[in-house]
């Protein structure tokens, strides 16, 4: 249930296209709905502009389907199931079968495009799973990022290549193991914000990303914004709530400069 939808709620039973009563009942699942083994949290694009996701790990399938079910039965955004198992993944899609399935992400309801120009770049061909991760939120949400695959700074030039597309994007996420040097690189080619993901690609020193984590974290770009360890969906959500910002932004001026004609 996001912002729009009350908007229009409010909208119906002030034109009476809708009793104050039928508009209670809608509203009933605010802010939760209590499931037993989870409380479904139908306020949240309110408060965070981002409505829940369903994290696969440690539910079980009919878990996971249930959680869907009670999200897809409110009206709003996208609804996503992550990290989620082959069983988990066919479980939910065999009760709502409208779904759509990328590896293991699983998006019902996917919004109308958005204009804006996200750079999605990964260093190695073994940080694909978790790009392609960051890439299918993006997507369910309405962006289309383009794709930098395999530009590690190993061979330097093939990021450089990109220069022009860097410097028109509105938003770059750098996905990098190893020692994680994409992203000061990326981050000194571009003003857009960079977004960077540790992943846990890389040799013995490597520590499963955590030296890419902590030269990401000592990144010389100034103003680079890290997020854990193969988390491709924290670095969309890093970019969907910079967007989200900036639609509140120029939302409020067009209602201020309204009233101020």
């Avoid at 293991?104 to 309801?109: G, S």
């Avoid at 996917?110 to 694909?128: F, K, S, W």
């Avoid at 996420?173 to 690609?201: D, Q």
């Avoid at 770009?221 to 890290?226: E, I, K, L, N, R």
């Amino acid at each position: 249930m996001d912002e729009a939808f009350l908007r229009q709620l409010m909208a119906d039973v002030r034109d009476g296209a809708m009793s104050a009563d039928d508009a209670v009942r809608q509203l009933r699942r605010l802010p939760f709905a209590d499931l037993g083994f989870a409380r479904v949290d139908h306020h949240r694009s309110l408060r965070q502009g981002l409505a829940e996701v369903v994290y696969g790990p440690g539910k079980t399938p009919d878990q996971c389907a249930a959680i869907v079910g009670e999200l897809l039965d409110q009206p709003g955004g996208p609804v996503l199931l992550t990290r989620a198992s082959a069983e988990q993944a066919a479980g939910a899609l065999a009760l709502h079968a409208e779904g759509e399935r990328y590896e293991t992400t699983v998006v019902w309801r996917p919004v109308p495009p958005r204009p804006e120009r996200v750079l999605l770049a990964a260093a190695g061909t073994a940080d694909l799973p978790v790009a392609d991760e960051c890439g299918v939120v993006l997507a369910a949400h309405g962006l289309a990022p383009q794709r930098l695959n395999d530009v590690g700074v190993a061979g330097l030039h093939r990021i450089l290549a990109e220069a022009e597309a860097l410097a028109e994007a509105d938003a770059v996420v750098v996905v990098a193991g190893m020692e994680g040097a994409l992203a000061s690189v990326v981050g000194g080619l571009t003003a857009a914000p960079v977004v960077a993901v540790p992943t846990s690609a890389g040799y013995g020193s490597s520590l499963e990303g955590v030296t890419a984590l902590l030269a990401m974290l000592s990144s010389c770009a100034a103003g680079v914004t890290v997020v854990g360890v193969d988390n491709g969906f924290g670095a969309a959500c890093a970019v969907l709530r910079l967007f989200k910002s900036r639609d509140r932004s120029s939302s409020e001026a067009e209602m201020n400069g309204a009233s101020d004609g």
